[in-house]
């Protein structure tokens, strides 16, 4: 599986962003999808992951009711919007793609990476 991530840039504070990742290849083995940062000087954090049927969604606290994660599997696509966007918002945001539907929000559980998106919110 290969994974794709676009819609990165640079926005000022309060401001939306809508990141996207595409899945090719073996897509019917991906159950979970998800998104994970990192700033500089820090380590990789986890964001949000959805499911395939996207009935389950999970946040880390910082972003919950300010993004929202969904997916469009005709597409094999996984967005992130991210509105009212803060400095502290600013990293390097890579999706993710998980075969298990037990996927917690440790990168580790995550089998296919993507390449980064920056994303840069000034104040």
């Known amino acids: 599986v290969q994974l794709q991530a676009s819609g990165g840039g640079l926005v000022q504070a309060g401001g939306s962003l809508r990141l996207s990742c595409t899945a090719s290849?073996?897509?019917?083995?991906?159950?979970?999808m998800g998104w994970f940062r990192q700033a500089p000087g820090k380590e990789r954090e986890f964001v949000a992951f959805?499911?395939?049927?996207?009935?389950?969604?999970d946040y880390t606290n910082s972003v919950k009711g300010r993004f929202t994660i969904s997916r469009d599997n005709a597409k094999n696509t996984v967005y992130l919007q991210m509105n009212s966007l803060k400095p502290e918002d600013t990293a390097v945001y890579s999706c993710?793609?998980?075969?298990?539907?037990?996927?917690?929000?440790?990168?580790?559980?995550?089998?296919?990476w993507g390449q980064g998106t920056q994303v840069t919110v000034s104040s």
């Open positions: 993710a793609a998980a075969r298990s539907y037990s996927t917690s929000r440790s990168g580790a559980d995550f089998d296919y």
């Open positions: 290849g073996r897509t019917f083995n991906v159950a979970v």
């Open positions: 959805i499911t395939r049927g996207g009935g389950t969604t």
